[in-house]
């Protein structure tokens, strides 16, 4: 009935440690040598107060505590992760980053109520972070509130109307379920239409197979993940496939 998965620690919320690590990436850009560095990364990095008035010496720990934290988590070394950022908040409490690593983390292991308190920071401390405001909005999707994710993830388009296509067509895959979950099947085939078999992203196939996995249609719903399995990279599968996982249509074989 149920179409086999990898280790669903290992896939959970994976888009939510890519966004994260890609804080990482920049602060490990701008730590060869702050004088060459790009001043939009310069900007993201001092916008926090705290860390600007951190010594060198204090910024270069901070940064490979946070290149160290983020490299365990993507490993699926979870505890040391939370360790090194555990190390690393010693250091500076004010940094938005540090708070959206931090959520991956828990999230990872599934404490989704610590990882919403800590995107909640991360939030507070930068209101401008679209992808962290995605990511915290994720947690009412993981909780199976799908009334309020629905609601959250449908603002989150309205007030983000410049987001690359792949990630619009992400969100609205995940509406097009949180519909699905509350019986309003006529407004998930209405989100469908906004799909394509020739796009760039899984969304028109993943999408046909949730509605079929809500009619209780295993069979119909697996051919669409085979086919979309032999068009898309594993990478690309796997994120649309969380949501699978998180809504109770796929089950995770280890």
Not at 30 to 51: C, G, M, R, T, Y
Not at 95 to 101: G, S, V
Request: hydrophobic content about 40%; charged content about 30%.
């Amino acid at each position: 009935m149920f179409l086999e998965s990898k280790n669903l620690l290992h896939r959970t919320t994976t888009l939510l440690t890519l966004l994260c690590t890609a804080h990482f990436i920049v602060i490990s850009a701008s730590s060869q040598n702050d004088d060459k560095a790009d001043p939009a990364v310069v900007k993201i990095l001092n916008d926090s107060s705290e860390f600007g008035e951190l010594s060198k010496e204090e910024k270069e720990d901070l940064r490979k505590l946070l290149r160290e934290a983020a490299s365990l988590l993507n490993g699926i070394r979870v505890q040391e992760s939370l360790e090194k950022i555990i190390e690393a908040e010693s250091i500076v409490s004010n940094f938005a980053p540090l708070y959206n690593l931090k959520g991956a983390a828990y999230t990872k292991i599934r404490d989704f109520d610590k990882a919403q308190a800590a995107f909640e920071k991360a939030v507070l401390l930068d209101p401008k972070a679209i992808m962290t405001k995605f990511n915290l909005v994720e947690m009412h999707f993981v909780k199976k509130n799908y009334s309020l994710a629905d609601k959250e993830f449908s603002k989150f388009l309205s007030l983000n109307k410049d987001l690359p296509a792949s990630t619009k067509a992400l969100v609205k895959y995940k509406i097009l379920i949180c519909n699905l979950k509350q019986g309003n099947d006529s407004n998930a085939k209405e989100i469908i239409k906004n799909f394509d078999y020739l796009d760039d992203h899984p969304a028109f196939y993943y999408s046909n197979a949730a509605i079929h996995f809500n009619k209780r249609e295993p069979i119909k719903a697996n051919s669409w993940l085979k086919a979309a399995s032999k068009i898309y990279k594993p990478s690309i599968n796997d994120v649309y496939s969380d949501s699978l996982i998180e809504s109770g249509w796929l089950e995770n074989i280890e």
